[in-house]
């Protein structure tokens, strides 16, 4: 039987969470070099070091999870840290403190219009096909990024799929 043709019954819907600590890294675009007279492209090292968090904490918290095998739906919820210009500067009386700028964007009153583009976040979903999480992050049919502001930046991940109960 084929997977397209199973039935809905010996389905069960399941849902991951986990959490990337520190900043996220947007996909870079790929580099080239001129090797032997050959031209060769690769991905920037920041890149794949992203990719390798993704893959670390997801297997950190699923070690022994099944593969996906049909259509999953993935919520990304990136926070950014605040700029330095958010806070009052050391010498004066507030110093440390937050000023009204980085207390709005905390607040969610200010949306995360900067970069990185929300479609350069598709880093995770290669960091997951590195996992094992799925066959090919092709399988993604619902893709939701939020940009927020934060003082602790992570990256919050929610994947939600089906899973073959046999």
Not at 45 to 68: H, I, M, Q, W
């Amino acid at each position: 039987m084929t997977e397209r043709w199973r039935k809905p019954e010996i389905m069960k819907s399941v849902t991951r969470t986990f959490t990337i600590m520190g900043e996220v890294q947007p996909k870079a675009r790929p580099r080239s070099a001129c090797i032997k007279g050959h031209a060769r492209l690769y991905t920037p090292a920041k890149t794949l070091s992203f990719e390798d968090r993704v893959c670390g904490a997801y297997l950190a918290k699923y070690p022994n999870a099944e593969k996906f095998i049909l259509g999953v739906e993935v919520t990304i919820i990136a926070y950014f840290p605040l700029n330095s210009s958010d806070y009052w500067p050391i010498n004066s009386k507030h110093r440390g403190e937050l000023r009204q700028s980085g207390i709005d964007k905390l607040s969610n009153a200010t949306k995360m219009t900067k970069k990185p583009d929300s479609d350069n976040l598709k880093t995770i979903c290669d960091g997951l096909n590195h996992a094992g999480l799925w066959r090919d992050d092709a399988q993604v049919w619902r893709y939701l990024v939020e940009k927020r502001y934060s003082e602790t930046p992570r990256t919050e991940v929610t994947i939600v799929g089906e899973l073959d109960e046999n």
